[in-house]
Nanobody, 115 residues
Framework: QVQLVESGGGLVQTGGSLRLSCLAF????????MGWYRQAPGKQRELVAS???????NYADSVKGRFAVSEDNAKRTLYLQMNSLKPEDTAVYYC?????????WGQGTQVTVAS
């Protein structure tokens, strides 16, 4: 069983930055594919960024050049550095860990970008 706990969300002005963290409890952190998703009110949950267990990184087109995903295996933590934030980035951000049939989600952290 894997438990994911996100932190780092908050209120920021347009153009500002935030760094989200996702701490994983249980399991072997470095064997999981990890991802950040977000869900805005009235919209479907969407992939923001992902990093596979082999280090392959993928970003949604809407965040390329502004967001950066990274992980620290020793700290069992996934990060999302978000720069040049826009009001349309406002959403609840979720951390996900997956491997085969196993799929785990955190509780989410709210990011609000004021215009």
């Amino acid at each position: 069983q894997v438990q994911l706990v996100e932190s780092g969300g908050g209120l920021v002005q347009t153009g500002g930055s935030l760094r989200l963290s996702c701490l994983a409890f249980g399991g072997f952190f470095n064997i999981f594919n990890m991802g950040w998703y977000r869900q805005a009110p009235g919209k479907q949950r969407e992939l923001v960024a992902s990093i596979t267990s082999t280090g392959y990184i993928n970003y949604a087109d809407s965040v390329k050049g502004r967001f950066a995903v990274s992980e620290d295996n020793a700290k069992r933590t996934l990060y999302l550095q978000m720069n040049s934030l826009k009001p349309e980035d406002t959403a609840v951000y979720y951390c996900q860990a997956s491997r085969g049939p196993f799929d785990y989600w955190g509780q989410g952290t709210q990011v609000t970008v004021a215009s």
